[in-house]
Structure formats: C-alpha cells, structure tokens
T-cell receptor, first 115, second 115 residues
C-alpha cells in the first residue's frame, strides 16, 4: 500500500522565480492538505483540496496556489519566491475530510531553498 | 482560538530511561489530539491519536499518551527509550474548519537519546 509521495525531494530556486511541488495521496484517500514547515518550527497549514476545489486556506498570501486533479493528486504553486519561502513543504492526505475518523498522513516533504 | 504548547524544546535522556514529552492545548470545543514523529530529513509519521474513548492511547514503537481534560494535556510517554527514538516530536490538535479539519501543531520537542 503506497503511502503519500512527494516530488521533487529537494529544489533550489532564486528570488522571484516560480515553483511547482507535487503530491500523490495515500491509496484510497481523496483529500490533500499542504503545510509549510520553516526550520525549527512546527508545520503551518496552507490550504486543503477536496473534489478538485480549495476548501479551506490558512494565513498565506495569494502567491501560494494549488490544484487537485481527478486522480486526487495535487500541486502546490508558489509565485514570486521570497527568501522566507525557504522551508520543508509537506503534503498530507486523508479520507472523507470532515469525518470523525479524519486522520492526516504525511509525505516525506519537499525541501525548497530560495537563494 | 485553539493552540498547542510544547514547553520543552529539547529533552535529553539516556538510553533505556523513561521519557515524557509534554503537550498542553487550549480549546473550548471537542478535542482531537495527535502526536507525530519526524526523523531527520523526513516527513511526519503518525505515532498515535485521541479521538474518543479511553484516555490512555497506545501508539507505535512503544509510545503511549494520556488525555487529561481537566489539565488540558496530552503528554507522550515511553517507559524505555532507544537510540533510534532520537527525533523531533510534534503534538497537534485537529481544528474544525466548516466541513473539514486542519491540524495546528506545537513547535516540537527534540528528543535526544544518549548511550
């Protein structure tokens, strides 16, 4: 049973560039959430996708956008990169978002470095 | 607003000694709590969760946690740690957002197991 997968593992970009991160959810899951984990901190919620729509959004600017595909995989896009966007980006998947048993399972993350 | 506090940023302990990692939460509604572990350069792995029922929850790798509503705590314990338990541990509370949930994380506790 494949868990949550993310690509790429590492990424180096320069300020002002754009980046796309990818996530495939755990088999059978239909909901994808994205988190940003800055160095030495806990993960912060960016947004969540279900049925190909953004359901909820955390306190992140519009430079952060996403997409969910019919196969439930998801992309996170960040435009006009800033140095402060350097972080580990985590994808989490779950089944039946909002159900009592809703539990999020995380992927290995993508380490983004902005120079 | 709901929040999670992990007072100890780092806990050093000798191998085979017991350990307790502290987690306190603030919430005015039903509480659903999680502990995740993050090994170096990896994503988050679910250790255990409390949704309802018995306040003593057992997880993987010999860890357990006790939900204490009166003290608003969800401390993680292990009776005898191994070198391989060295990692970052995150406590999280599941927060309702309209029709789904997001996780709010504490700042993490680094468990350092010494031989």
């Amino acid at each position: 049973d494949a868990g949550v997968t993310q690509s790429p593992t590492h990424l180096i970009k320069t300020r002002g560039q754009q980046v796309t991160l990818r996530c495939s959810p755990k088999s059978g899951h239909d909901t994808v959430s994205w988190y940003q984990q800055a160095l030495g901190q806990g993960p912060q919620f960016i947004f969540q996708y279900y049925e190909e729509e953004e359901r909820q959004r955390g306190n992140f600017p519009d430079r952060f956008s996403g997409h969910q595909f019919p196969n439930y995989s998801s992309e996170l896009n960040v435009n006009a990169l800033l140095l402060g966007d350097s972080a580990l980006y985590l994808c989490a998947s779950s089944l039946l978002a909002g159900a009592f048993t809703d539990t999020q399972y995380f992927g290995p993350g993508t380490r983004l470095t902005v120079l | 607003a709901q929040s999670v506090t992990q007072l100890d940023s780092q806990v050093p302990v000798f191998e085979e000694a017991p350990v307790e990692l502290r987690c306190n939460y603030s919430s005015s509604v039903s509480v659903y709590l999680f502990w995740y572990v993050q090994y170096p350069n990896q994503g988050l792995q679910l250790l255990l969760k409390y949704l309802s029922g018995s306040t003593l929850v057992k997880g993987i790798n010999g860890f357990e946690a006790e939900f204490n509503k009166s003290q608003t705590s969800f401390h993680l314990r292990k009776p005898s740690v191994h070198i391989s338990d060295t990692a970052e541990y995150f406590c999280a509370v599941r927060v309702r957002m309209d029709s789904s949930y997001k996780l709010i994380f504490g700042s993490g506790t680094r468990l350092l197991v010494r031989p």
